[in-house]
């Protein structure tokens, strides 16, 4: 079997045939100018809008361009058309006067005000501080401006921003500073709106802002399925669903009918907001559940399909990190098509690229006889072709040579990145004897006889019925770099990162597909490491899972280097017993098999994640 998969892999076989990409291109640019003209005929089913204004300063938190990635998609993939896209007019101070007190809005004149509401301790510089003010202002005169579309034409308007839930009257929180929904409501109220509201809060966090800043409106329902509660006074107008840290699909979207079966029959709304949060998404990189894409594209339709032909205002809420624009769009297009459009990952595009480089080798490339260290080159098997057999002693992993390892980081693009950091010159070095394993080391082909990288794997079968390629040692180092104070040294470094790790994870998992391994495998010695990995790997063990989402709870919206000092530090207690909390080397693995891709993808795992994370709670403690 292996041998057929690997031939079907050589160019010129039936399994390397693909059309001329020129014809994908022209195939693609018709399916788009079909979708325009479609929405052209049709008219608008969702109406969106946006401001340049809406974008933040740039941070390690949020993606400043999330709002203009979805804006971009639906023109350019040819969903939305330019004239269903809304710009808001500017937002007067009166307007937030009518929700939020003086006193606070005038203390948002200074840095430092508006650096506690963002979770800050230390005021930033008075241009960002004022940049944040802008920009949260700007998306609140967009939900005012999707307040009024949505009453005049009694359907979905989308503002591309807002959900500043956590914002009361007197002061900002959870990175909120005006409540757009509030300040969107008094508008609507003043202007002659006095039907029932509905706000149907699905974002990780609770609306407590929500729930306080509305309350003196007996027309407003407050609905909300999260993570945990901030404010648990009870309130007649308010239905609150808390789930805890961990939560996968099948509760999640339980959870959801139920609230809007309730929701609907307590509100019977005339408008209702949609605080449609993105972070409760398992590749948010703040968030602690673990909730996949296509399980917030069915909550979303559940909640526009409820609701259709009723005024409904979108807003975009929580959402960290640089694929959380994908969720959002993959919805507006659902919005305006009535189809749903998967959009692929980073990771996932990475990997159809790596694909189609794994596709143009032969075996013969990779794998043939070994080639000797003479000036010409010439072997046995150059002599003799077939006569020779391969030896697979001389082989990593049975199957590549030095020489098809080079050619594979050439074509892969790991060289170039070397070259790019100031490595011109390097040399591939085998140990197939290694006493844990088949050694891979690169240094620099010169006096200096540095050592970018040092690969150690072996052919794993103790998790059965799995075959697993196991990385048991991976250093990428970057030995002429010196640490600074954005990219510290962590724990197990001597020199900074090679900035390498995406390739050579892509390139291991090729290698394992082509090999035909169930998938990829290492145990993290260190939280960063397994941090960085969770985005493309998972634990094996669901208490595992549960331990690490418990850490990213604990260690809230900190950078992975402050989070990873913490851990380190021995910062991190057990709720319950007041036990120091240690890191513990867990075995994570990247799928590939569908089996094993079910066993840490499918619902008894996310139930069994959901088990122990009611059990495992950590909270930081006071620094000695």
């Known amino acids: 079997m292996r041998g057929r998969i690997r031939e079907s892999l050589r160019p010129g076989s039936l399994g390397s045939l693909r059309p001329p990409r020129a014809v994908l291109a022209l195939a693609e640019q018709t399916r788009r100018s079909l979708r325009r003209l479609a929405a052209r005929v049709s008219g608008p089913r969702a109406n969106i809008v946006f401001h340049t204004g809406y974008a933040p300063p740039d941070s390690q938190i949020a993606d400043a361009r999330r709002a203009a990635k979805i804006l971009d998609h639906l023109l350019t993939e040819g969903w939305l058309l330019p004239s269903q896209v809304s710009v808001p007019p500017p937002l007067s101070v009166s307007a937030l006067r009518g929700v939020h007190d003086d006193a606070y809005l005038e203390s948002l004149d200074t840095p430092l005000a508006v650096a506690r509401a963002l979770g800050g301790s230390e005021p930033p510089p008075v241009d960002i501080a004022a940049g944040y003010l802008a920009a949260q202002r700007w998306a609140t005169a967009g939900t005012v401006r999707a307040t009024e579309l949505a009453l005049l034409r009694s359907g979905l ?3 591309l921003g807002g959900g500043f839930h956590h914002a009361a009257s007197d002061r900002g929180s959870g990175f909120c500073l005006f409540h757009d929904i509030a300040v969107a409501l008094r508008r609507a ?22 729930r306080r800043i509305l309350r003196d ?51 019977e709304p005339d408008l209702v907001f949609y605080v449609a949060g993105v972070d409760v998404a398992i590749d948010d990189t703040l968030g602690s559940w673990r909730v996949s894409a296509d399980a917030i594209a069915a909550r979303d339709r559940l909640v526009l399909s409820r609701f259709a032909g009723k005024p409904v205002v979108m807003v975009l809420a929580g959402g960290y990190g640089p694929e959380a624009w994908r969720h959002s769009a993959r919805t507006l297009v659902w919005a305006m098509s009535g189809r749903d459009v998967p959009i692929p990952s980073g990771r996932e595009m990475e990997l159809r690229q790596l694909r189609r480089v794994a596709r ?26 077939d006569l020779v057999q391969k030896n697979p002693s001389d082989h990593l992993l049975g199957f590549y040579t030095a020489y098809g390892l080079e050619l594979a980081f050439e074509r892969y693009g ?13 040399k591939v070095e085998l140990n197939l004897r290694s006493g844990s394993g088949e050694a891979i080391t690169v240094r620099t082909d010169d006096a200096r006889r540095l050592v970018l990288l040092e690969l150690i794997v072996r052919e794993m079968r103790e998790v059965p019925p799995y075959r697993l390629l196991s990385i048991e040692w991976l250093l990428l180092q970057d030995p002429l770099a010196r640490p600074t104070q954005e990219r510290p040294l962590l724990p197990g470094q001597d020199h900074p990162g090679l900035g390498a790790v995406r390739i050579m994870m892509g390139m291991l998992s090729m290698a394992a597909e082509r090999l035909e391994f169930d998938g990829l495998t290492f145990v993290p010695a260190h939280y960063h490491t397994a941090a960085q990995a969770r985005g493309t790997l998972r634990f094996l063990d669901p208490r595992s899972e549960a331990v690490f989402v418990a850490i990213k709870e604990a260690v809230g919206a900190r950078s992975l280097a402050e989070a990873t000092r913490l851990v380190a530090a021995g910062r991190l207690e057990y709720e319950e017993s007041g036990e120091a909390f240690s890191w513990k080397p867990a075995r994570m693995v990247i799928p590939l098999s569908p089996a094993l891709r079910e066993a840490v993808e499918g619902a008894e795992y996310d139930r069994a994640v959901e088990g122990a994370a009611r059990e495992v709670k950590l909270r930081l403690t006071e620094p000695a």
């Open 157 to 159: 308007v989308v503002n």
């Open 189 to 210: 109220r003043e202007a002659g709106f006095g039907g029932r509201v509905l706000v149907v809060d699905l974002d990780l966090h609770q609306g407590d802002g929500t």
């Open 217 to 267: 409106d007996p027309r407003v329902t407050a609905a909300s399925v999260h993570a945990t509660a901030w404010d648990e006074e009870p309130l007649p107008y308010a239905i609150d669903v808390a789930l805890g840290p961990g939560v996968g699909d099948e509760t999640y979207l339980e959870a959801v009918r139920d609230l809007l079966t309730r929701a609907t029959a307590e509100s």
């Open 360 to 385: 143009s080798f032969g075996e013969e490339q990779l794998s043939g006889p070994v080639k000797a260290d003479d000036d010409f080159g010439i072997t046995e098997s150059d002599l003799l072709g």
């Open 414 to 426: 790991l060289f170039e990145h070397m070259r790019k950091r100031g490595y011109p010159r390097v």
